[in-house]
């Protein structure tokens, strides 16, 4: 499942002793796993074989040009939601044929950015952005594909933050209007319309929400076949939930199991974009604990990490394993681990049992690969942490620390004040 594992009492990611990483790099800082990208990327394309599909790394979750790279090296695109997005992927040797861009707000710059970069196709989210798209495209002389995401209205049993497939959601598009602008295609001549796609959130851990998105999506291709539209790809989107405590979330070949006769009987090309599902479990959030409060009603362990550079437990109440580095006794201990953020919210695990921990012990907060660094921010004037990478007994910072010349790089007082 990933490659953090325990020998004698030490936390190794694959060959290396995290510990050591940590004397190398300070803390705090994230450390991916070479080798479990790798395996997580083959599961699905072992598990969907059977359709050979386009796997579109979902970047939006890990953006690290070593984890990027690593899954170009395996075949993979990428779906991309800025231009940001879509230059790094570039920088790292991506097939713009393997490109596909979603995002409700795409400026014109983006579109005229991704058309010129021949990307694979748009996953259009609205009618004014097909009309942005046609006419940004005539006026380059281009005809690039585009995929209309539709909105299922399908609940998802996600947290409601992720949550993206209901019309309550301001993404995709309603399926009468996405039926009504695949018939007058006609009238958007710069654009080739060339798909459908769906996603209806993240970290899903049941199969049935999926199965019922997936399959009113490929309803919607029949229809459209008998309305005339001939399509060339269907897109799946990503939403794969992993195990983050205690979760059986539906591997990726019960999902392949259960939805591949569907899929393989549209005859389209499919398309994956998984996120979470590759890169979660393939990295940590190592930091060291500084003080230990205890006011009387309830422990606090303050560590050098805050919620600038890992928000997940804040902003959404996400569990993540919190385990040390050293294995110590037995004795467990209540206690909240805390970030030194000024905010109540800025914490990792409340009421969380613990070893008896000291000062200068280091803590790994696990699953924390997806949509942890890239969701970090400088508040508090702090700046974002290292991104180490290990394959087998190597590692390499991949990314260093910010310093202080990076925060205020730019930032003028002006004259008047
Ligand atoms: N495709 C589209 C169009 C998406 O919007 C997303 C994620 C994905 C694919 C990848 O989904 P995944 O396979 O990773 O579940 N920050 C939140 C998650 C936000 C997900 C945004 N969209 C979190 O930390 O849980």
Do not use: W
């Amino acid at each position: 499942m990933h490659d953090f594992k325990f020998k004698n009492g030490e936390l190794y990611c694959e060959s290396v002793k995290v510990s050591t990483i940590a004397k190398k790099a300070g803390t705090p800082f994230y450390l991916y796993s070479h080798h479990t990208l790798v395996d997580h990327f083959t599961k699905i394309k072992k598990a969907f074989a059977g359709v050979r599909p386009l796997i579109c790394f979902a970047m939006k979750s890990n953006d690290n040009m070593a984890v990027l790279k690593t899954l170009v090296n395996q075949g993979a695109g990428f779906d991309i939601v800025s231009v940001g997005e879509l230059k790094k992927a570039l920088m790292v040797g991506a097939d713009p044929q393997k490109i596909v861009f979603a995002s409700v707000g795409k400026t014109e710059e983006e579109i005229k950015d991704a058309i010129r970069a021949n990307i694979l196709f748009f996953n259009v989210e609205s009618l004014p952005e097909l009309e942005e798209i046609n006419r940004i495209a005539g006026s380059l002389k281009k005809k690039p594909k585009v995929a209309l995401r539709i909105n299922p209205d399908v609940e998802a049993a996600t947290h409601a933050k992720i949550a993206t497939g209901t019309l309550k959601n301001k993404f995709g598009i309603d399926l009468r209007t996405s039926r009504r602008l695949m018939k007058a295609r006609a009238t958007f001549p710069h654009v080739r319309f060339s798909g459908v796609h769906v996603h209806i959130g993240s970290q899903i851990i049941t199969s049935a929400p999926f199965i019922k998105a997936v399959k009113r999506a490929i309803d919607f291709v029949d229809i459209l076949r008998k309305d005339g539209v001939d399509l060339e790809f269907l897109d799946i989107g990503g939403g794969l939930g992993i195990i983050y405590k205690d979760e059986k979330p539906q591997t990726a070949q019960d999902f392949a199991d259960a939805i591949l006769p569907y899929l393989k009987k549209t005859g389209l090309k499919i398309v994956m974009e998984p996120g979470r599902f590759i890169a979660g479990n393939a990295g940590i959030f190592v930091t060291k604990a500084l003080y230990l409060k205890d006011n009387g009603v309830r422990k606090f362990l303050i560590v050098d990490g805050g919620m600038n550079d890992l928000v997940r437990p804040s902003m959404y109440g996400a569990y993540h394993e919190i385990v040390p580095l050293k294995k110590t006794g037995t004795r467990k201990v209540k206690m909240d681990v805390v970030g030194p953020i000024c905010e109540s919210g800025d914490f990792f695990a409340k009421d969380r049992m613990l070893p008896v921990l000291k000062k200068g012990d280091l803590l790994a907060i696990m699953s924390a690969g997806a949509y942890g660094y890239v969701m970090s921010s400088n508040y508090n004037v702090r700046g974002r942490v290292p991104e180490v990478m290990v394959k087998g007994n190597k590692y390499a910072v991949t990314k260093p620390r910010e310093t202080f010349n990076d925060l205020v790089r730019g930032e003028k007082i002006p004259k008047f004040i």
